[in-house]
């Protein structure tokens, strides 16, 4: 994980000390040891023994600052094994073994574009991963999913590139698609706790399909460090999710 404080972002550093200590909450609980969470850092952090590591990072290219995470770590060798990258607002759900993939897993969005939120490296992606740091530098992107899409489906990549299935990535955009063609229980849920839509959409069945997405262990530990999350779905929401599940029934999807 990439705790960047020089970008522009969603974050000032309270909600972004907030989201890191949570996001370390729900690995602990998950069973990965202190060793294993990676988190760098452009500020002094500790929290329940794991420390960030204080590197420089871009300042440019916010959503990016997980690339060049990434190299840095390859870099300087501070690990030889696969590297799971992944945004703030990526919550594993469940405990999941490594998937298999080629140089570099990433999942889709509900259409054929990789989404840069969850995304695992072996050290022999190297390469790409110094193309797309060349790409975003010198055109100095604002965002990192374009560039990633050019290289990750080009003819001197793509057979290097394993797209997962969509349980390891499943965000709002494009929700009830990436739910039901996802393995179930869904691995990791992509929404920040702040956003209403979002948090109603995985919790509190926004999309009427009966079910939600996030685990119940999952819901414990959000609301233990976000308490202000609604309990019960906002009637915009219950109206959503009426007009959704009539649409899918208009489509002959349920």
């Known amino acids: 994980m990439v705790a960047n404080l020089s970008g522009k972002g969603r974050y000032n550093k ?5 989201i890191v ?36 990072l871009n300042e440019f290219c916010w959503t990016g600052s997980k690339m060049f995470g990434i190299k840095y770590l390859f870099d300087h060798k501070l690990t030889d094994d ?23 897993g990433a999942c889709y969005y509900s259409r054929p574009k990789f989404n840069g939120g969850s995304i695992f490296w072996k050290p022999s992606a ?28 080009s003819g001197e990549f793509s057979d290097r590139i394993t797209v997962l299935n969509y349980t390891y990535n499943v965000g709002c955009s494009g929700y009830y698609e990436r739910y039901t063609r996802s ?5 990791a849920c ?12 995985h919790c509190l069945d926004r999309n009427g399909l009966g079910e939600k997405g996030i685990s119940d262990r999952l819901e414990k530990i959000i609301r233990e460090y ?28 349920e």
């Open 14 to 18: 309270q909600r972004l000390k907030k």
């Open 21 to 56: 200590k949570a996001q370390i909450a729900n690995s602990l609980d998950l069973g990965w040891s202190i060793d294993d969470i990676i988190l760098l850092t452009n500020f002094d952090f500790e929290y329940r023994g794991v420390v960030g590591q204080k590197i420089p």
């Open 126 to 153: 190297i390469d790409i991963i110094n193309r797309v740091i060349e790409r975003l530098t010198n055109e100095q992107a604002k965002k990192e999913e374009p560039i990633l899409n050019e290289i990750f489906k």
């Open 226 to 253: 976000y308490p202000e999350v609604a309990a019960e779905i906002s009637e915009e929401g219950r109206l959503r999710s009426i007009e959704k599940k009539e649409i899918r029934k208009q489509k002959g999807l």
């Open 183 to 187: 393995i179930k229980p869904v691995k």
């Open 82 to 104: 696969v590297v799971w990258s992944r945004d703030l607002d990526l919550w594993q759900n469940v405990h999941f073994d490594c998937p298999e993939f080629k140089d570099v």
């Open 190 to 201: 992509h929404f920040h706790p702040y956003n209403r839509i979002a948090w109603e959409t």
